[in-house]
């Protein structure tokens, strides 16, 4: 079975330009997170969708990022433009939401390495 | 709130030495406790998870104990190896769906 697959692995870009990031889930997994990971850090929610749904984007930084899962499937991350402070590694994740209360186990993808110069 | 604290690295082991990594938590409600692996260059990969109290869980020879009394979750292997170099994370889950991580903790292992 694929796991979550995200593109592009590594982006190199200058400040002020836009960038997108995109993650396709395991089959079947109807919760999707994305993560930023900055250096030495644990990563950090920016989103999570319920299906097409995004129910929980307090920390997405909603001036410059945006995000969009139309049919509940794969998913893209976009920020626009991009600052210095944006470096990071950007993990987007899937999980099997099953009964509520339950407790899933999420599945990450390889990243996306981003660079702004 | 919820959070996790687990011990600052780098961890440097000689191979087939004891490892303990330390976790805390902070939780609302019953959470469910797991260690990621994190290999270089990689993605994080689940270790291993425990759901409930004095639930133990275990994979590759690493193993961690949920303690309610201590709020604790630390990581253990009796002898480790130098492919068990990475970094690795201490998170919880609430609800099933809401994911707190640790700051993580770098182990080398040299031969």
């Known amino acids: 079975e694929a796991g979550v697959v995200q593109s592009p692995r590594y982006k190199i870009i200058e400040k002020k330009q836009p960038v997108a990031f995109w993650c396709n889930p395991i089959?079947?997994?109807?919760?999707l997170y994305w993560y930023r990971q900055n250096l030495g850090q644990g990563p950090e929610l920016l989103i999570r969708?319920?299906?097409?749904?995004?129910?929980?984007d307090s920390q997405l930084p909603k001036d410059r990022f945006s995000a969009e899962r139309l049919k509940g499937v794969d998913s893209t991350l976009k920020i626009q433009p991009a600052e210095l402070g944006d470096s990071a590694v950007y993990l987007c994740?899937?999980?099997?939401?099953?009964?509520?209360?339950?407790?899933?186990?999420?599945?990450f993808g390889p990243g996306t390495r981003l660079l702004v110069l | 709130g919820n959070s996790v604290t687990q011990m600052e690295g780098p961890v440097t082991l000689s191979e087939e030495a004891f490892l303990t990594i330390n976790c805390t938590y902070t939780?609302?409600?019953?959470?469910?406790l797991f260690w990621y692996v994190q290999y270089p260059g990689e993605g994080l990969q689940l270790l291993l998870k425990?759901?409930?109290?004095?639930d133990k869980g275990s994979n590759k020879g690493f193993e961690a104990t949920y303690r309610k009394e201590t709020t604790s979750f630390h990581l253990e292997k009796g002898s480790v190896q130098v492919s068990d170099s990475a970094v690795y994370f201490c998170?919880?889950?609430?609800?099933?769906?809401?994911?707190?991580f640790g700051t993580g903790t770098s182990l080398t292992v040299i031969p």
């Open positions: 939780a609302t409600g019953y959470p469910s």
């Open positions: 425990a759901t409930k109290a004095d």
């Open positions: 998170a919880l889950s609430v609800n099933g769906n809401q994911f707190y």
């Open positions: 089959s079947g997994h109807n919760t």
């Open positions: 969708y319920e299906n097409e749904e995004a129910v929980d």
């Open positions: 994740a899937s999980s099997f939401g099953g009964l509520a209360g339950t407790q899933e186990t999420q599945y």
